[in-house]
């Protein structure tokens, strides 16, 4: 029994060591040492033993249409004034915009407009009311007024890379990322020359998420499969850049490595929020969604220690924004078949206990792979993801009151 306990513990060394090097920087190209905020053993998260408030959501307060069937769900925003902007594919890969400035559960107060782009797109609101949409391939698209109408839209090729994150700062700068490039432009974002570009370094396949603080700090959150021969990791990482984010070595990190072993956790997609100068990340383990946030020194490990989200048994399904008040609400597809359901914090969201006891669904028919979009405005609370078994693409809303 010894034995093979000494027999493990090597092994479990030598998976730890080559997922990250302590003499060696993440990439040749960033020049930047990440920080290892926790070992591999230490990942349980922590859980309330304490009765949690239960979740107030009147069912019959949720409305729902269905838009028709759809490609991707694409993304969903909320701008200051209420009105709701969404992107999404159509079956034949063309880019579709609608626009709703009221009552948005009602399907006739929506506008809606073929774009001059194809592919799964992101969608960004900016700070002057001008709308931002990020293509897959590139194809970068705005729109200050009147953006049901395709005339009133400029676009400007990006370069070629699968751009899949786009976040918009408090000065109107535009930020955008792949797994490997970062670009960034602070005006006339669609003519030549406009932009410039950096390298993350990592993994060039990592899964990458931006936000933007109040403060216009860049703040990104990923997933990496490590390469690690033997013993394959996943590494959970956050980094952050305050200014000159296109120079050579702008970025600092922290990672949270989760070595593939018999005791820990499997980490699949990650979300980031951004309220104020606070982060939140949520990802998605084994055990549920975990929620981790932090107030400063963010790339020094100065993380709150995970929490396991009570009835957030989700696999890729999730999305999570914040309302007014900074509360954050999560959207997710349930992994144990339930369908649709949301959870908030209403208190420390640190702690296990501010946490709804259970999620409530919204809706119990959606695709195995829903596509969730998530949005909040001062009125409402709006989802857009697919169901089943047709898949096409239906919103919900129900009023932020009830949330």
């Not at 998605?284 to 790339?299: H, K, P, T, W």
Request: overall charge negative.
């Amino acid at each position: 029994m010894r034995i093979a306990a000494w027999i493990w513990l090597l092994c479990f060394a030598a998976c730890t060591s080559r997922a990250l090097p302590a003499d060696a920087p993440l990439d040749d190209d960033a020049g930047v040492m990440p920080d290892t905020c926790e070992s591999p053993a230490a990942a349980e998260a922590l859980s309330c033993a304490e009765p949690r408030p239960t979740n107030p959501l009147p069912c019959g307060e949720v409305r729902r249409f269905h838009r028709g069937e759809v490609g991707t769900v694409g993304d969903l925003a909320a701008d200051r004034d209420g009105a709701l902007h969404h992107v999404w594919t159509g079956l034949g890969g063309e880019l579709r915009y609608a626009r709703c400035d009221r009552d948005c559960g009602d399907p006739s107060h929506w506008t809606e407009t073929t774009l001059p782009a194809s592919g799964f797109a992101a969608l960004a609101l900016g700070p002057d009311a001008e709308v931002h949409v990020l293509a897959k391939g590139g194809e970068y698209l705005s729109c200050s007024a009147r953006c049901t109408e395709a005339s009133r839209w400029r676009s400007f090729n990006l370069d070629d890379a699968e751009w899949a994150a786009l976040a918009v700062g408090p000065d109107a700068s535009v930020h955008a990322a792949s797994p490997e490039l970062y670009a960034t432009c602070r005006r006339a974002c669609t003519e030549a020359g406009s932009w410039s570009y950096g390298k993350f370094g990592g993994d060039d396949e990592a899964q990458r998420r931006l936000s933007v603080d109040e403060q216009g700090t860049v703040h990104f959150a990923q997933v990496e499969s490590g390469d690690t021969g033997d013993c394959d990791a996943d590494l959970s990482g956050y980094g952050r850049c305050e200014r000159d984010c296109t120079s050579p070595d702008p970025w600092r990190r922290s990672t949270w490595p989760a070595p593939r072993t018999w005791d820990a956790p499997w980490i699949g997609a990650q979300r980031l929020l951004a309220v104020g100068t606070d982060v939140a990340v949520v990802r998605a383990q084994d055990d549920g969604l975990v929620f981790r946030r932090c107030s400063d020194g963010c790339a020094d490990c100065r993380w709150s220690d995970p929490v396991v989200i009570p009835s957030a048994r989700a696999t890729e399904d999730f999305e999570v924004r914040a309302d007014s008040g900074a509360a954050p609400t999560l959207v997710f597809s349930d992994d144990w078949g339930r369908g649709l359901r949301v959870v908030r914090c209403l208190g420390d969201c640190s702690d296990p206990c501010g946490w709804w006891a259970d999620a409530v669904a919204l809706d119990e028919y959606v695709a195995p792979s829903a596509n969730i979009a998530l949005a909040i405005s001062d009125a409402e609370l709006h989802v857009t993801y697919q169901d089943a078994p047709e898949g096409e693409i239906r919103h919900a809303s129900l009023p932020a009151g009830q949330i």
